[in-house]
């Protein structure tokens, strides 16, 4: 089978079954061992599993890398209100499509995870908010979530154990800033979806007032491998710092774009030259975003980089939720980095002044260097900006929108400068 | 058991200051002498902390801190005037005026428009935005209030206003970054709502703007003077802004303990009657079969004498509810003075309270003037139906003596006190019911004096005059403590606070209060209280 593209250099853990269409039934999760890691994780008790998911050193992969088993510690050990656990499949960061596919093909593993997680945070709902725009997605879901009740996987006294855990499943309205984990919550609630200010955090406040959790969805699926074989198999990959494997969504100028599921500190020239079959038509690279729209964008010369939490830092970037766009020497950085900032300014929630504003503004002076009427001053405007719309707001959204600024007018100035100089588009794409 | 510190220590640009634990490092700052910029946060109000105007430096903070939400804890050391904390305000408000239309000339709230204030203070001299500016243009949110989206500096004070406050949620965001604007929900609008004026007081800029008022005065043009609102019983504090000698427009101002910072759109609203013309100017004094005006010395002997002749067929007497307790306290006084009769008052009612469901202790009153508590206190007794007509039968045919202070009789018919032997009138106005008088002599307004009023708990507040009052209109209060003073050899009140002491010889709840006490506040009266030998 190949799943658009695979790679012999892959390690298949979570993506094992992307292809097989047999693998969202309950029937064929159960006989290929599925729901044994919630069974188990149910007689080990919620504390127990913390440490398993702690000893395992899994961070967080919905961008910001915590580590799960520390964010669900926080969780108040003895509740006396109800708490709850939120899957986040917003997935909306320009560059990633991998909570998507790890959905539609392996539902089950998901619902399994989120069960494992409720139960460590000793929650007994739990919610899974999908983005508004994944409608075959969240119908997958929704079918294996209807199986796994009627077999008694999911609800009260799961496989005869005793615990009770029920899981909704969310269509959100479509809203790249929904996948903020307390803007989430707001439109979870059924309010508008802004992001709250912090503190309080959700382990104290969180949706609907409760003690709150809140997991990416790749996350959540690595957890049921984790209970099964234990924390220290999962560290056999990767690094000390950045344990296990990762989904890695490669787009862009590369001959074999796609999800690849690697070992974390995997070499960022390999995955492009190797995995992915080289850059398109034999182009050479000129730059690689390697963590998603959000991070700082990395220069050929500087991708000789690993794709582990800490490599892709030392190389000046961030690993974010590890989405590769790769940029050929036929891409026009500028128009690229508008068209980021573009949808950073679609999506802000516009709560902020400094984003709200700050991010149509760029755009617009963006868009006019782009038709050659820009001036020289324009690029300290846009790196003042970016200065003041850093650490000013309620959520990093506004973060988000300057980092490809400042860090493409850094790299790339001269591009910007054949521009306002002289008129000219250094790419095409 | 030691006690746990209730207070913190900080140092704010340098200052130390010594606030109780939990304040917000906005309001530390205010202590510390500093007004930190903002625009989401207002007292009253939940703060998002979304304008991000107010960041301010904290040592050790990786990030500047919105000052608004962040509380002061010991030892935390504050800049508000830092090198980062003014280059993130420069920045913000930079980025408030890429899309606001700067279109001041023609904007109501030029003048005490607070991005004006800011951006002169602390802003970059030049913008540097080229791009073309965002066009919403403008939208009618019912009731009284426009809505200027180009304006709007996106605060959401007003959206909480509704949701909080007035709790009907009338007002939101529609769409997100900036194109968010505010809007209705559909057609309903803020018509129907009673407290949807506030709004308009609480947007930092001319966004949001009275109908009543626009186009009518520029803010530098209005004299601001404190007053209370005379249309019910809540008395609610207000400025009143004057121009040319005329109420321009109603502003509430902030009592915690009576209104915060709110009024209702009924008080608001009516104050025309407070402008109307066709006022009396001169003491009128019928004599013979005609009427001649002359000034107040000539009217008042005339006057004395005339109630030395007449008082030996009892006194009867109207007051208002309009009129300050000063006014009431010299009526009582004078009626005490001629043998005691009876003080009646008409007042109108509404059927219902209207109570701000946010701050409860709001209401406008059934009651629709502002004094008939103190009318009560003072032994009066109100008469009529809830329009306020009606109920001066015994008053009408009374045979001696009638006084009717401030109220204008609208009701009562030309035969009205035909078969008094002495009929006084004192008022703004005159009437067919006035025909019969003996004397009508013209007195001022609340608006045009000082005194007081009591409200619906028994709080006393105090007002200040506004407006000039006409020809040779004088408080009521000075005219009959006159009288009394004439009659009494004793010394005429020449100023409102000796007027008010008359108010404590007269009812117990007043007695031991003194007019240079009552604060800012206001003070409540002490109903147990009677006068010795009652
Ligand atoms: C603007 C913005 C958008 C985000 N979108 C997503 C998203 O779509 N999916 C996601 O898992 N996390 C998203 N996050 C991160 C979440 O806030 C949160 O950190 C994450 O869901 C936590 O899960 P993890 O600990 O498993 O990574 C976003 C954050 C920001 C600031
Ligand atoms: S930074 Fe932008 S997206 Fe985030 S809360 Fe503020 S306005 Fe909304
Ligand atoms: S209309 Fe005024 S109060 Fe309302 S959000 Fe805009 S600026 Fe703020
Ligand atoms: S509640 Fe009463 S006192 Fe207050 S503004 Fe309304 S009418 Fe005036």
């Known amino acids: 089978m190949a799943y658009p593209y695979v790679s012999d250099r892959e390690v298949r853990v979570l993506s094992r079954y992307f292809g097989d269409p047999m693998a969202r039934r309950v029937d064929t999760y159960v006989e290929r061992g599925g ?18 998911v702690k000893s395992s050193g899994l961070r967080g992969r919905g961008g910001a890398g915590f580590p799960t088993g520390v964010k669900w510690s926080f969780m108040p050990k003895e509740p006396t209100r109800p708490h709850y656990l939120l899957c986040n499949a917003d997935e909306s960061e320009p560059g990633t499509f991998k909570d998507r596919e790890l959905i539609r093909w392996d539902p089950h593993q998901l619902i399994e995870g989120v ?65 903020e984990e307390t803007a989430l919550m707001n439109s979870l609630e059924g309010r508008r979806g802004t992001p709250r200010v912090k503190p309080p955090f959700p382990a104290a406040v969180g949706a609907f007032g409760m003690p709150t959790t809140i997991n990416n969805v790749e996350t959540l699926a690595a957890v049921p491998h984790i209970v099964n074989n234990g924390g220290a198999w999962y560290r056999q990959w990767g690094t000390e710092k950045s344990s296990g494997t990762k989904l890695f969504c490669v787009s862009g100028h590369v001959n074999k774009p796609g999800n690849y599921e690697l070992p974390l500190g995997f070499p960022l020239m390999d995955l492009i030259n190797d995995v992915c079959g080289g850059v398109r038509d034999g182009n050479k690279l000129k730059a690689v975003i390697p963590g998603g729209s959000s991070v700082p964008i990395l220069t050929a010369a500087e991708c000789d980089c690993a794709l582990s939490y800490e490599g892709v830092q030392e190389a000046g970037s ?16 500028v128009k690229q980095v508008r068209r980021m900032v573009q949808f950073y300014a679609h999506e802000s929630c516009g709560q902020c002044t400094p984003c709200r504003e700050g991010t149509a503004w760029m755009t617009r002076i963006l868009r006019r260097i782009e038709d050659g009427r820009g001036a020289e001053e324009d690029l300290d405007t846009l790196v003042e900006m970016s200065r003041q719309m850093t650490g000013t707001t309620i959520c990093v959204l506004s973060d988000s929108a300057g980092a490809p600024v400042v860090s493409s007018i850094n790299k790339f100035k001269d591009e910007y400068l054949a521009l306002i100089r002289r008129g000219e588009r250094v790419g095409v794409a | 058991m030691a006690d746990t510190p209730a207070t913190v220590t900080l140092t704010i640009d340098g200052r130390e200051v010594t606030v109780p634990k939990g304040t917000t490092l906005l309001k530390a700052a205010t202590e510390a002498g500093k007004d930190v910029p903002h625009y989401c946060y207002h007292d009253g109000l939940s703060s998002p902390a979304q304008c991000r105007l107010c960041l301010v430096e904290v040592e050790g903070a990786p990030k500047p801190m919105p000052s608004c939400v962040t509380q002061a804890m010991d030892g935390q050391v504050v800049r508000t005037e830092s090198e980062l904390a003014l280059d993130m305000r420069k920045g913000v408000l930079e980025f408030y005026l890429v899309n606001h239309p700067l ?20 802003g970059r001299e030049h913008g540097r935005s080229r791009e073309p500016k965002r066009v919403f243009g403008r939208d009618d949110f019912g009731g009284d209030v426009l809505y200027y989206g180009d304006r709007c500096v996106m605060c959401t004070r007003c959206v909480r206003f509704m949701s909080e406050v007035e709790q009907d949620h009338r007002l939101t965001v529609v769409e997100r970054g900036s194109r968010s604007v505010i809007d209705t929900f559909f057609e309903e609008g803020l018509e129907g709502t009673h407290w949807h004026g506030n709004v308009v ?45 005329l109420v321009q427009r109603l502003k509430p101002r902030e009592n915690l303990e009576v209104n915060a910072f709110w009024m209702c759109d009924y008080g608001r609203g009516n104050y025309e009657w407070i ?42 007497a109207v007051a208002s509810p309009f009129s300050s307790n000063e006014d009431l306290a010299a009526l009582r006084a004078l009626v005490d003075e001629f043998g005691g009769g009876e003080i ?4 109108a009612r509404a059927e219902d309270e209207i109570v701000l469901k946010g701050f409860p202790t709001l209401a406008r009153r059934r009651d629709l003037a502002p004094n008939g508590k103190g009318a009560d206190l003072l032994g009066m007794k109100r008469v009529g139906g809830d329009d306020a007509t009606g109920g001066l039968e015994g008053v009408a045919g009374h045979g001696g003596i009638v006084i009717v202070l401030g109220d204008a009789l609208a009701d009562q018919g030309a035969d009205f006190g035909s078969a008094a032997a002495l009929y006084v009138y004192l008022g703004g106005h005159g009437g067919p019911a006035t025909a019969n008088a003996h004397f009508v002599l013209p007195t001022a307004t609340f608006a045009e004096t000082e005194g007081t009023f009591t409200n619906f708990e028994g709080r006393v507040q105090r007002f200040a005059p506004a407006l000039d009052a006409p020809g040779a209109s004088r408080p009521a209060w000075l005219v009959l403590n006159a009288l009394v003073a004439e009659r009494t050899q004793g010394e005429v009140p020449r100023t409102a606070a000796a007027a008010f002491a008359v108010a404590g010889t007269k009812a117990g709840p007043f007695a031991g209060m003194r007019y240079d006490e009552i604060g800012p506040r206001g003070a409540v009266v002490n109903e147990t209280v009677s006068l010795s030998g009652d």
């Open chain 1, 35 to 52: 729901y044994q890691a919630a069974k188990k994780a149910f007689e080990m008790g919620p504390d127990a599993v913390i440490e398993e």
């Open chain 1, 115 to 179: 069960l494992i997680g409720a139960f460590a945070i000793r929650a007994k709902q739990a919610y899974i908010y999908c983005r508004g725009e994944f409608f075959e997605t969240t119908q997958v879901l929704a079918r294996a979530l209807e199986d796994a009740y009627a077999k008694g996987y999911v609800g009260k006294n799961i496989q005869g154990s005793g615990v009770d855990i029920d899981i909704t499943v969310h269509l959100g309205g479509g809203a790249y800033i929904c996948g």
């Open chain 1, 318 to 333: 961030m690993l974010g939720c590890a989405s590769v766009i790769v940029m050929d020497e036929t891409a026009d950085i």
């Open chain 2, 103 to 122: 279109d001041c000339p023609i904007c109501d709230m030029s003048g005490e428009c607070n991005l004006q204030n800011y951006v002169h203070e602390e």
């Open chain 2, 201 to 245: 007081d609480i947007c930092p800029v001319g966004a949001l703007v009275s109908k009543d008022f626009l186009y009518k005065a520029r803010a530098w043009d209005l004299t601001h003077t404190p007053g209370v609102c005379p249309n019910c019983s809540q008395g609610c504090n207000i400025d009143l802004h004057v121009r040319d000698n």
């Open chain 2, 275 to 316: 402008n109307r013309g066709d006022r009396l100017e001169a003491p009128l004094v019928r004599e013979g079969g005609s009427t001649r005006a002359m000034g107040w010395k000539d009217a008042l002997s005339r006057l004395l004498a005339g109630v030395e002749g007449a008082s030996g067929k009892g006194i009867r």
């Open chain 2, 344 to 347: 009646v008052y008409r007042s």
